[in-house]
T-cell receptor
Framework: KQEVTQIPAALSVPEGENLVLNCSFTDSAIYNLQWFRQDPGKGLTSLLL?????REQTSGRLNASLDKSSGRSTLYIAASQPGDSATYLC???????????FGTGTRLKVLA | SAVISQKPSRDICQRGTSLTIQCQVD?????MFWYRQQPGQSLTLIAT?????????ESGFVIDKFPISRPNLTFSTLTVSNMSPEDSSIYLC???????????FGQGTRLTVV
């Protein structure tokens, strides 16, 4: 059974810091991993999608890596800004399906 | 990509009543899903909305409580029936354009049951 864990659960940093958010999954037989952002009381915004054949993906100040063999992914946020404050979720598909299992999330607060 | 419109964005309902949530996608999609996010929790999959057939429910969710319709490839509804305060959650519609593709989400429906 696939389980997804995110560390840390919450993070508060001053503006300008570089951050690393962690995501672990128990079943490495995945075909992709996706990172999302969720603002309070809102839906999800897709940040990055990494296919199982890829090692990393980049979008602006965001970089996500994937190590299937160790069951881990990291989301790196460079030069954090107050506008980055949100909850960050990672998700992987159930084995052999399209359906996603979500991690527990990391609540990020970037202080001005 | 896909743009998803979800209605209503929020509602406050009396216990014992039902609420139907609508999900409209700007393109035809095969895979459409409904998720629930309880307060302070992550997302949990309720069901897969199948076009032309009954929805496929995950463990712990039943059709009598969460009936789902999928009349075509761009639209689905989720009804939360006979609501209780425990049903207070954000309900989210999601679509995927194919295996291995990106998942897209609506903005969610924030439901409060009083």
């Amino acid at each position: 059974k696939q389980e997804v864990t995110q560390i840390p659960a919450a993070l508060s940093v001053p503006e300008g810091e570089n951050l690393v958010l962690n995501c672990s999954f128990t079943d490495s037989a995945i075909y992709n991993l996706q990172w999302f952002r969720q603002d309070p009381g809102k839906g999800l915004t897709s940040l990055l999608l990494i296919q199982s054949s890829q090692r990393e993906q980049t979008s602006g100040r965001l970089n996500a890596s994937l190590d299937k063999s160790s069951g881990r992914s990291t989301l790196y946020i460079a030069a954090s800004q107050p506008g980055d404050s949100a909850t960050y979720l990672c998700a992987v598909p159930y084995s052999g399906t399209y359906k996603y299992i979500f991690g527990t999330g990391t609540r990020l607060k970037v202080l001005a | 990509s896909a743009v998803i419109s979800q209605k209503p964005s929020r509602d406050i309902c009396q216990r014992g009543t039902s609420l139907t949530i609508q999900c409209q996608v700007d393109s035809q999609v095969t895979m459409m899903f409904w998720y629930r996010q309880q307060p302070g929790q992550s997302l949990t999959l309720i069901a897969t909305a199948n076009q032309g057939s009954e929805a496929t429910y995950e463990s712990g969710f039943v059709i009598d409580k969460f009936p789902i319709s999928r009349p075509n490839l761009t639209f689905s509804t989720l009804t939360v029936s006979n609501m209780s305060p425990e049903d207070s959650s954000i309900y989210l519609c999601s679509v995927e354009l194919g295996r291995g593709s990106e998942a897209f989400f609506g903005q969610g429906t924030r439901l409060t049951v009083v």
